[in-house]
């Protein structure tokens, strides 16, 4: 039976919509995002490194929209939780999730669903709009990570803001604003209808 709504999200703007795509694209980003991981820089003043998933975790949101994004993500998770060294500095494992930076896994399931569900509303196709979706997104992983960091490495609210949200802002507009540019110059190009 075909399904009634496809959402207009980019991978399946590309591709048809199918089982089969979709089986294809949540490990394809599930994978995106453990090689981002790769690119992690350890900030010596907190247990959370500068890497490069948050870009790969929006952008699986934004590509699969809402449904299939939150799964790659949790493929992924679940890809590091049985000991895969998929996470940032090749770390692995249970104890990885449930730890200090745990929270920032799960914040990444939730982000991008968020920016998924904006993206099937063509949030994706403006610069602003575009922007905005990675910008809350960001704040996702933020509210977790820091509550993570809170549970488990028994900060308070400050210094979790601090050490979890603060040091990664830059970067992660930075971030924003590349998909910002990123995602509607290649609608464009592939046309949206």
């Not at 500068?50 to 679940?78: D, I, M």
């Not at 977790?144 to 809170?150: K, P, R, S, T, V």
Request: charge should be positive.
């Amino acid at each position: 039976m075909a399904q009634a709504y496809a959402p207009p999200v980019l991978v399946f703007r590309l591709l048809s919509r199918s089982r089969v795509t979709t089986l294809l694209a949540v490990p394809t980003f599930a994978l995106l995002t453990a090689a981002a991981a790769e690119i992690a820089i350890p900030l010596p003043f907190t247990p959370v490194p500068l890497t490069g998933q948050t870009f790969a975790v929006l952008l699986a949101g934004a590509a699969l929209g809402w449904r299939a994004g939150a799964a790659s993500q949790l493929l992924y998770v679940a890809l590091g939780a049985i000991g895969l060294p998929y996470y940032a500095e090749d770390k692995g494992g249970w104890e990885v999730v449930t730890g200090a930076t745990g929270g920032y896994l799960v914040g990444f399931i939730a982000a991008a669903a968020v920016v998924g569900w904006l993206a099937e509303r063509k949030h994706d196709r403006r610069f602003n709009t575009t922007l905005a979706a990675f910008v809350i997104g960001s704040f996702v992983i933020y509210a977790f990570g820091a509550a993570g960091l809170m549970w488990r490495a028994g900060m308070e609210v400050n210094e979790a803001i601090l050490l979890g949200v603060v040091p990664f802002v830059f970067g992660d507009v930075l971030k924003a604003a590349a998909a910002g540019a990123l995602l509607p110059a290649t609608w464009r190009l592939v046309g949206d209808r």
